[in-house]
């Protein structure tokens, strides 16, 4: 299995750099329209005009919202005390784990 994870982790980083090439090529061309003098080029730049002010209002108000977000301090919590072996009650767990009963003592033997 080791050798899928490697393949699949290629693959994504992959088609990330593609989509990272192909979002630059676009951003280019989207551009290099905007620039032309005729009408096309009056719509695309008005577009690219929204898109750029509508990812400032969005970084803005994510801004916003990662400093409201932002965790509150936290005092360090004393240690609590270690709960020891002589505070634990007694368990019969050795006897019951090779399979034996617990033997009794005489004083419960002589009681039954």
Known sequence: M?????????Y?????NRLETGVDEFMKGWK??????????DVT???LELVHDSLGVAVRSLTRLERATQLP???AKPAEPA????????????ARSHGKRPQRHES???AS
């Open 83 to 94: 709960v020891t072996a002589a505070a634990a009650p007694p368990s019969h767990a050795g």
């Open 108 to 110: 419960e033997a002589s």
């Open 12 to 16: 994504l980083g992959q088609l990330g």
């Open 45 to 47: 730049y008005r577009g």
């Open 32 to 41: 290099a329209q905007a620039r032309r003098p005729d009408r096309l080029g």
């Open 73 to 75: 301090h936290r005092t």
């Open 2 to 10: 080791p050798e899928t994870r490697t393949v699949r982790r290629s």
